[in-house]
């Protein structure tokens, strides 16, 4: 018993600091409601023609198969912006991709916000292997989505 | 030396011990939630208010709290052609606010989760800006606990090291863990 003590904290020391981390980190994020997503650190441009006939739920997701970004965890808050456009949000443990879609040039524009290694830490210490599912099942079901630190998948 | 860091490791792992089988039951209720059953009961009422109590969201939310036993953290006000809507929300029920100016009654809505997801919720109930104690109190237990985690790991660290016998094996199994944690983690950071 107490070599499987020894080798199993040896073995997860790794998680630990990262949890530790994560943890006094978490305690120093702003309020709901008073997170602000990080500045546009690039942009992306690719032409992409939606096939006909597809509500914006499906339209989406297309283009964020298209998008294919790497480390994403899903995409969220499908939504119409101030020009109609359709626009989505994308999770991924480097920070926020905000997506839209303009129809008429048929091009598809994805601004990247690159957070910072704390921000970074706290997303990797969320991923697992079913976020998607997580997300799609009962996320969305628990609450509405506010911010997304926990890789969506938590009600906030 | 040994001896003061044995202590610190067994104090320490005694002191969190619920606090971290409270993080990791939440944690698989995370992953595998879609597995779970949904344990959110809804119920709906409407409370009578005295009006002029209602001079704004916080106002109305403080008389709640006050005279019908609503606590926690209010959240996400919105105010908005006269009829106001917010949320009085702690680790496992959230009450949703309806209110229209001028009435004598407030809409709520009371969503009540299990134990597993109210799990869920103290995992994720941090910082400093609770104006609910309890919240508070948690978040700043989170604290302490994530020093702790690092303690807990820097003083296991040592009581290996200092065990001579057990440093071929220990080191594999660290280095192993090193390697594959850093590894995830510059990959994803490159990424």
């Known amino acids: 018993m107490k070599k499987l003590h020894m080798w199993s904290g040896l073995l997860t020391f790794t998680a630990f600091v990262v949890w530790g981390i994560t943890g006094i980190y978490a305690i120093f994020l702003p309020a709901p409601g008073e997170w602000k997503p990080p500045e546009v650190s690039s942009r992306r441009e690719f032409s992409f023609a939606a096939p006909g006939n597809l509500d914006d739920k499906e339209l989406a997701k297309r283009i964020f198969g298209a998008a294919e970004l790497k480390m994403a965890g899903g995409h969220y808050n499908v939504h119409r912006d101030d020009d109609q456009n359709l626009a989505f949000n994308v999770f991924t443990s480097n920070g926020p991709r905000n997506v839209t879609y303009f129809e008429d040039k048929k091009r598809v524009l994805v601004e990247f916000r690159d957070g910072g290694l704390g921000g970074f830490v706290s997303s990797m210490h969320t991923a697992h292997s079913r976020r998607d599912d997580a997300r799609d099942d009962h996320h969305v079901a628990g609450g509405e989505v506010k911010r997304c630190f926990y890789g969506c998948a938590i009600p906030i | ?191």
């Open chain 2, 1 to 191: 030396m040994f001896l003061w860091m044995r202590n610190t490791h067994l104090i320490l792992g005694l002191a969190f011990f619920f606090f971290a089988i409270i993080f990791a039951v939440s944690s698989l209720v995370i992953i595998y939630r879609p597995w779970l059953p949904d344990s959110r009961v809804d119920t709906e009422q409407t409370i009578k208010i005295d009006a002029a109590a209602a001079t704004s969201p916080r106002a109305l939310a403080l008389e709640l709290m006050r005279n019908h036993d609503f606590e926690g953290d209010l959240r996400q006000v919105s105010e908005e052609d006269g009829v106001m809507k917010f949320r009085i929300v702690r680790p496992g029920t959230h009450a949703i606010f309806e209110y229209t100016e001028g009435s004598d009654a407030v809409q709520v809505k009371t969503q009540r989760w299990g134990w597993t997801e109210t799990f869920v919720q103290l995992h994720v109930n941090h910082g400093f800006h609770h104006e609910f104690l309890p919240a508070s109190v948690w978040a700043e237990l989170s604290l302490l606990g994530s020093i702790a985690l690092l303690l807990f790991g820097a003083s296991g660290l040592y009581l290996w090291f200092v065990l001579h016998e057990e440093r071929l094996i220990g080191s594999v199994l660290l280095v192993l863990g090193l390697v594959y944690g850093l590894t995830s983690l510059i990959w994803s950071r490159m990424a």
